[in-house]
Structure formats: structure tokens, C-alpha cells
């Protein structure tokens, strides 16, 4: 069972950036990929990034290449989501996910492959 709490979201201006924290329970954290996602009002929730159990793999959604880095901390539990050049498209609700552990080698991209997920953080852009 993993637990996962999101911190970091706000109220930013277009351009500027922000760092969205997951801190993760759990012995079993370090199996885990984990990703982010987000949903916007009246939206699906979509794909923004993931990052393989051992870290060396990174994908990224085409809206936020270039722009979102995400990494993780496996002796903290921690999966950070850097968010630069943000733009009013990006408003929307944060989520952490972790997916069911095991080390796979698969990382997925749509909510469904993910069994935890955290509560949320809000994040808004002004223009």
C-alpha cells in the first residue's frame, strides 16, 4: 500500500514556475513508477509525466516538453514535478499517481495503470 500527498501548487503568473512535491509512504516506494496527471474543470484527467522505479526513465506529455521536468528522490520517497514557462493552459488539478510496483518495466501514460493515487494540488496560471 503506498500513500501519497501533494504539495506545491498555487496561484502563478504566466511565465513564471513552480515545483509540485509527492511525498510517498510506504517500504515499497523504490518498485514503483510514478507519474502525474492532471484535470482541468469539465476535462479527462491527462497524462503530464512519469518516471520509471529506478529513475532512468522519463516521459513527458508533447504540451509540456521542454517545459516540465520530473524527477524522484528514492531515499525520501519523493517525486518532484518542476513546472517552468507555465501558461494559463496549465491550470488544473496536480495529481500524484504510483503505479502497482514489482519494477516493471512498463511506464504508463493513462490514469488506469496507476493503483494509488494522492488527493490533488491545485495549480492556476494567470495570463
Known amino acids: 500500500q503506498v500513500q501519497l500527498v501533494e504539495s506545491g501548487g498555487g496561484l502563478v503568473q504566466a511565465g513564471e514556475s513552480l515545483r509540485l512535491s509527492c511525498a510517498a509512504s510506504g517500504r515499497t516506494f523504490i518498485t514503483h513508477a510514478m507519474g502525474w496527471f492532471r484535470q482541468a474543470p469539465g476535462k479527462e484527467r491527462e497524462f503530464v509525466a512519469a518516471?520509471?522505479?529506478?529513475?532512468?526513465?522519463?516521459y513527458y506529455a508533447d504540451s509540456v516538453k521542454g517545459r516540465f521536468t520530473i524527477s524522484r528522490d528514492n531515499a525520501k520517497n519523493t517525486v518532484l514535478l518542476q513546472m517552468n514557462s507555465l501558461k494559463p493552459e496549465d491550470t488544473a488539478a496536480y495529481y500524484c499517481?504510483?503505479?502497482?510496483?514489482?519494477?516493471?518495466?512498463?511506464?504508463?501514460?493513462?490514469?488506469?495503470?496507476?493503483?494509488?493515487w494522492g488527493q490533488g494540488t491545485q495549480v492556476t496560471v494567470s495570463s
Open positions: 499517481a504510483a503505479d502497482r510496483g514489482g519494477r516493471r518495466l512498463r511506464v504508463g501514460a493513462v490514469p488506469s495503470e496507476y493503483d494509488y
Open positions: 518516471i520509471s522505479w529506478s529513475g532512468g526513465s522519463k
